[in-house]
């Protein structure tokens, strides 16, 4: 109801703008009179006040691009819950549980889904069996076998919670 009166507002307004813009003429095609404008409180003219125009709307001025008067698109909402995770994790974080503790080198650990890791690193701390911690990961050492697991080198390790 009030978008069709906006609507037809600008469009009125930016008629008059670029009319007044176009220079003198001759014959002018607008009237010098305004129309007056139609209150909402008339009820005779709220209701065809309220209803969108169905008739042509108006022409650009000769030689300027008209402007599309159509809404944006907008996106529905889902149909289902999404197939991937939304959140953005870097792949070289991973966070779980120690399974194979003690002063290292060599620490197991398993993530919430089930992975296993062999991580290995030297220096890194003491951690119990049971511990929480967030381990960035890097290359795995070819010459350190830390168990079952896939085999990943520690660059960082801290406990979590």
């Known amino acids: 109801m009030r ?8 469009g009125l307004a ?3 703008g670029l009319a007044g813009c176009a220079g003198p003429q ?3 095609a607008v009237p010098t009179q305004p129309t007056p404008p139609t209150s909402p409180a008339d009820p005779g003219l709220a ?3 309220d209803t969108p125009s169905t ?10 691009p008209s402007r599309a008067t159509t809404d944006l698109p907008t996106m529905g909402p889902p ?12 792949a070289n974080i991973v966070a779980g549980r ?14 919430d889904d089930g992975r296993e890791y062999a991580l290995h690193g030297v220096g890194k701390g003491n951690f119990a ?28 390790i801290s406990p979590v919670g």
């Open 3 to 10: 978008r069709a009166t906006r609507t037809t507002v600008a």
């Open 14 to 16: 930016a008629v008059l």
């Open 26 to 28: 001759e014959e002018s």
């Open 47 to 49: 209701s065809t006040a």
């Open 55 to 64: 008739g042509p709307t108006p022409a650009a001025p000769s030689g300027r």
């Open 79 to 90: 149909t289902a819950p999404p197939s991937q995770p939304t959140d953005l994790r870097k």
């Open 98 to 111: 120690i399974t194979r503790g003690g002063a290292g080198p060599c620490y197991g650990l398993v993530t």
């Open 129 to 156: 069996t049971g511990s929480w911690v967030r381990v960035t990961i890097g290359p795995a050492d070819p010459a350190a076998d830390c168990g079952p697991g896939t085999p990943a080198s520690i660059v960082t």
